[in-house]
């Protein structure tokens, strides 16, 4: 029988927002004030990150946004087209810059970044109706969002939009809060992140989210609400940690980091998310294999400088996972 396996064990994936080129510090403690040598420009923004990785592991993969005429946005293009991510809902929009981002390391660990989102292309990406359509026709099964996304109002309501009415829809919505502290006072703010909450399917905060999120409360305390709410899937990414998920029955499984070198953290969180969303909808991997192989994931891409050069193929996680036994 000519069967071929790809058609039958490839999930479809998509995601929206802001698509940036990163310029990385190349010294410590510089914040952005004093002259350094910078590597870039470095494909980047989380979505961005999220949907490069989703392809990479084998998911059908089409994203939602635009760029300005320019360098920058040819970057990012070729870098959607080299992994394969279907750029039906990309546009190319004259006159506006594409999104930029500079990030500086310190030396405590945190990263000071200088943005340039609200003002760019990277926030014009396509109208609700038109995105829900397509990413209908396109067939995807989950569409992720992240709350890098948010932060400017007239982004936000679009996302929401959108996210909403592919629900509607029946495709599963999955959501990285990646709250953004200082933005917490807005109460605009936080009803999105709450609607988008309650929307969700996968549920995929961070350590730094869920303080914010769930204060006071463990993982056994908050994943059974959010299971109640609708959430499938919950999981918490802890860093160095590791992770801890809980499944569509309520299972909970933890996994520890992997100890490695960390090199730029950036882009681990939206690298581990994409692995684990696209090898579940694939359906030829249970939760707790989804969950080792995001883990894996998230731990090789802290091992690289620059935001998305530290995705990796299914294979290359595969071999991690073998060389870790
Ligand atoms: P981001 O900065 O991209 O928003 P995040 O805060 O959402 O990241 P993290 O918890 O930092 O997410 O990282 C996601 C996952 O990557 C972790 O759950 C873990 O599996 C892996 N990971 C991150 N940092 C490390 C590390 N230092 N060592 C090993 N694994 C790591
Ligand atoms: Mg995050």
Do not use: W
Not at 89 to 118: C, E, K, M, Q, W
């Amino acid at each position: 029988m000519d069967v071929k396996p790809a058609a039958l064990s490839t999930g479809s994936v998509g995601s929206l927002g802001e698509l940036l080129v990163e310029f990385v510090c190349t010294e410590r403690d510089g914040r952005n004030r004093r002259a350094a040598t910078y590597m870039g420009p470095f494909p980047s923004g989380a979505p961005a990150i999220f949907i490069d990785q989703a392809a990479r592991i084998g998911a059908r993969a089409i994203f939602a946004g635009a760029v300005g005429d320019d360098a920058f946005g040819q970057v990012l293009c070729e870098r959607l087209a080299s992994a394969g991510v279907s750029r039906d809902l990309v546009r190319t929009v004259a006159g506006v810059p594409t999104g930029t981002a500079f990030v500086s390391y310190n030396s405590d660990g945190s990263r000071d970044f200088v943005f340039n989102i609200a003002r760019s292309a990277a926030a014009l990406f396509p109208a609700g109706a038109e995105a829900v359509e397509a990413v209908c026709g396109f067939g995807a099964d989950v569409f992720h969002i992240s709350g890098s996304t948010l932060g400017d109002p007239s982004m936000a309501k679009a996302a929401l939009e959108i996210c909403r009415g592919l629900h509607a829809a029946g495709v599963e919505i999955s959501f990285d809060p990646n709250i953004r502290k200082e933005l917490l006072a807005d109460p605009a703010y936080m009803e999105t992140v709450t609607a988008l909450l309650g929307l969700a399917a996968y549920v995929l905060p961070s350590s730094e989210d869920a303080e914010v999120l769930f204060p006071g409360e463990s993982f056994a305390d908050f994943a059974p609400r959010l299971h109640a709410g609708g959430a499938r899937c919950v999981v918490l990414k802890r860093g160095a940690q590791g992770c801890i998920g809980s499944d569509p029955r309520g299972a909970v499984e933890a996994l520890a980091g992997h100890a490695v070198e960390v090199v730029d953290p950036t882009g681990a969180g939206d690298c581990f998310c994409a692995t684990f969303v696209a090898l579940t909808v694939s359906g030829r991997f249970g939760f707790r294999d989804a969950l080792a192989r995001a883990n894996a994931a998230g731990a090789l891409a802290v091992g690289r400088i620059g935001p998305m050069e530290g995705n990796s193929t299914l294979a290359e996680i595969e071999a991690f996972l073998a060389s870790r036994r």
